[in-house]
């Protein structure tokens, strides 16, 4: 059974730093592209960033240079780490696998992350 | 970045009644669209993907069309557990963006 477990959420003052983690099972992990997003409470979805298989990566403007996306195939595990934390970051982040099809097939519950002071 | 509008953002129907959300780009996005249902709580749920295939294991009362800049997502019949919010999202290009969702209750 596929699984995607968060980890790592929590609340940091502004302009702080926190590392996602995101614990795969039940696929080979090194074979799939990984994708983040977020949703700010009572929002919708917003993309954050991918990983392909090869450490490309990708990241819209609002987190671009802020926010880096990361992978150990050893360990079965993505990663987001987010500096210079704004308040609008504030929202529950998701990783997400990308399937067969291309597109997001299994995601993680979710992991919460509050920006303020 | 390529939007998404999704119309209406809100419906109500009753169980039973036919649906349909509609979904357009503000430019052609061919058929890289797939469609996302979530309830309150949860992770999103894939529901179809290349416009109109069926995610396995969704029901076939849900069914997608469209290409270019125009898509719809259609539910048959629905169902009590179909009361959720949808949403679409491109994947021609990056950044990826999503509609702002529909929001669909019980009347």
């Known amino acids: 059974e596929v699984q995607l477990v968060e980890s790592g959420g929590g609340l940091v003052q502004p302009g702080g730093s926190l590392r996602l983690s995101c614990a795969a099972s039940?696929?080979?992990?090194?074979?799939?592209?990984m994708h983040w997003v977020r949703q700010a409470t009572g929002k919708g979805l917003e993309w954050v960033s991918a990983?392909?298989?090869?450490?490309?990566?990708y990241y819209p403007g609002s987190v671009k240079g802020r926010f880096t996306i990361s992978r150990e195939n050893a360990k079965n595990s993505l990663y987001l780490q987010m500096n210079s934390l704004r308040a609008g970051d504030t929202a529950v982040y998701y990783c997400?696998?990308?399937?067969?099809?291309?597109?997001?097939?299994?995601w993680g519950q979710g992991t919460l992350v509050t920006v303020s002071s | 970045d390529i939007q998404l509008t999704q119309s209406p953002s809100f419906l109500s129907a009753s169980v039973g009644d036919r649906v349909t959300i509609t979904c357009r780009a503000s430019?052609?996005?061919?058929?890289?669209l797939a469609w996302y249902q979530q309830k309150p709580g949860k992770a999103p749920k894939l529901l179809i993907y290349?416009?109109?295939t069926l995610q396995s294991g969704v029901p076939s009362r849900f069914s997608g069309s469209g290409s270019g800049t125009e898509f719809t997502l259609t539910i048959s019949s629905l169902q009590p557990e179909d009361f959720a919010t949808y949403y679409c999202?491109?994947?021609?290009?990056?950044?990826?963006?999503f509609g702002q969702g529909t929001r669909l209750e019980i009347k």
């Open positions: 039940g696929f080979t992990f090194s074979s799939y592209d």
């Open positions: 990983i392909g298989t090869a450490g490309d990566t």
């Open positions: 430019q052609g996005i061919s058929s890289y």
């Open positions: 997400a696998r990308v399937g067969s099809s291309g597109y997001q097939d299994y």
């Open positions: 290349a416009a109109s």
């Open positions: 999202q491109q994947l021609n290009s990056y950044p990826i963006t």
